[in-house]
């Protein structure tokens, strides 16, 4: 592993923590009845911490180029374990004063990024994207109760289970073969007059396909309804326009019109686990979580996030770590973290472009074109699906052993026939393909490692 910086970076920053607090009295060293901390034995289980801590895929690495992970930046592992000496609660200013205006601020970033600068609006981190989306489709079902939620059957399955607890109807749109909501599907239900609210996913989890939003947006004026965007995955493309084709870019254009957002700076933003964000277009969504807490709230009359928020203790640190990455590495188009997602999207355009090429014809990519992202998936090619499964399996297994780490993933077969049979179609019982998510700004420089190690797995198989 590459020398790590965050340890000298955080002695500094700690020591300068602690001048802050010099105005308190020194604390005296344990009277004889309270336990010293042990440094030797603290350093023998950190050491056998660190032995259990082997036994993981490597997903800090550019080879690991499997699932959605992505480390944490330096500047937001040192922020996080520097805000844990304070160790604050962001449910409310009297746990956490510092880090509440710093997610304050942190979040209004955020929905900058998505045009929302200089207008009212509400929102604030919460511990996940499902409990971000929580929120959101909570106030849904609060502003049109007994309508349902639709969301395309290629959205995260949060959205139908979250819909069960919440006892908010649900129903499914189908997706078309490139996995973007089908619009004709979706007005067909829309008809019906029951549908409150439209999840709309920017960068599905299966693919990243960015359902139209655009044309979404343009249905609810004929139909009234709210809209809801899942960008948990790729809300931060939007600061890439450049680097999207069509219709991709359209529909990022169009999240400014939208009621509800869910980004997670978890996946893409640079941040440790525990950090996902909503917001609100509407401020007076508030009214809705409006209680009275008779422990807390004591310490000053601003809003504190426990006010506006389903959770109540929540990491103060989160929130630091996030404020410092921002201040580091600003949300704007052009800056360097816009660069590092460009650097993803390019390595998942040249990865499939590659199998394309493939002059044997081994690989099959999405029949319908490029990954409007930076997720590629492609079914290997055999004479049935369960052969193309069992390949694709094997292949997965074979990277492994070369330390290359891709994913699985089950997918309409007909996805990737060029030509269309609706017979077929119908019949379709899904292809287990391979899936690369290509999230780290390095996998641009690492493309040609993992392509040798990719066909490397590949001739293993075949032999
Ligand atoms: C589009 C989308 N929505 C929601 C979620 C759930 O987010 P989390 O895992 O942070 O709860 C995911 C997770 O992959 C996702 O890809």
Aim: aromatic fraction near 8%; charged fraction near 20%.
């Amino acid at each position: 592993m590459a020398q790590d910086p965050v340890p000298a970076l955080l002695a500094r920053a700690a020591e300068r923590l602690s001048e802050e607090f010099s105005f308190l009295p020194e604390v005296d060293s344990p009277a004889p009845h309270e336990a010293a901390p042990d440094l030797e034995r603290i350093t023998a289980v950190l050491e056998e911490t660190a032995h259990r801590l082997g036994d993981n895929y490597p997903y800090f690495h550019p080879l690991y180029a499997g699932q959605m992970l992505k480390p944490p930046h330096p500047v937001a592992r040192a922020a996080y374990a520097l805000a844990m000496t304070i160790n604050p609660n962001n449910h409310a200013r009297d746990g956490g004063r510092a880090s509440s205006v710093m997610e304050i601020e942190a979040v209004a970033e955020i929905a900058a990024m998505f045009g929302w600068e200089g207008t009212p609006f509400l929102g604030h981190l919460t511990s996940s994207g499902t409990v971000a989306n929580l929120a959101a489709l909570w106030v849904a079902g609060q502003l049109a109760p007994g309508k349902r939620i639709i969301a395309s059957e290629q959205a995260h399955y949060t959205h139908q289970r979250i819909s069960a607890v919440l006892k908010l109807p649900f129903g499914s749109v189908p997706a078309d073969a490139r996995g973007r909501m089908h619009l004709s599907a979706l007005e067909d239900q829309l008809r019906s007059g029951d549908v409150g609210t439209v999840v709309v996913t920017l960068g599905t989890t299966a693919i990243g396909a960015v359902d139209p939003l655009a044309e979404i947006v343009e249905l609810r004026q004929r139909y009234g309804f709210r809209i809801h965007v899942d960008a948990a995955y790729g809300g931060y493309f939007r600061l890439i326009p450049g680097s999207l084709a069509e219709p991709a870019r359209s529909a990022y254009a169009a999240i400014e019109g939208t009621d509800s957002i869910v980004v997670d700076p978890h996946k893409h933003g640079l941040q440790p686990y525990g950090c996902g964000c909503v917001l609100f277009r509407d401020p007076a969504v508030g009214r809705f979580y409006k209680h009275d807490s008779p422990y807390t709230y004591f310490t000053s009359s601003e809003l504190h996030l426990g006010e506006i928020s389903l959770e109540c203790s929540r990491a103060g640190a989160a929130a630091v770590a996030l404020w410092a990455t921002q201040r580091l590495l600003p949300l704007v188009p052009g800056g360097e973290f816009a660069r590092g997602l460009a650097g993803g999207r390019n390595a998942a355009l040249e990865l499939d472009r590659r199998l394309r090429a493939d002059q044997e014809g081994r690989f099959e990519p999405l029949a319908a074109g490029p990954p409007e992202l930076d997720i590629v998936v492609w079914k290997i090619a055999a004479g049935t699906p369960s052969q193309s499964s069992d390949r694709a399996r094997q292949i997965f297994a074979a990277c492994a052993a070369r330390n290359l780490h891709l994913a699985l993933v089950q997918l309409p077969e007909h996805w990737f026939r060029p030509v269309s049979d609706p017979a077929q179609d119908s019949a379709d019982r899904g292809v287990t393909c391979l899936r690369s998510v290509l999230m780290k700004p390095e996998h641009e420089r690492w493309l040609d490692r993992i392509w040798t190690a990719y066909t490397d797995a590949c001739q293993g198989i075949r032999g």
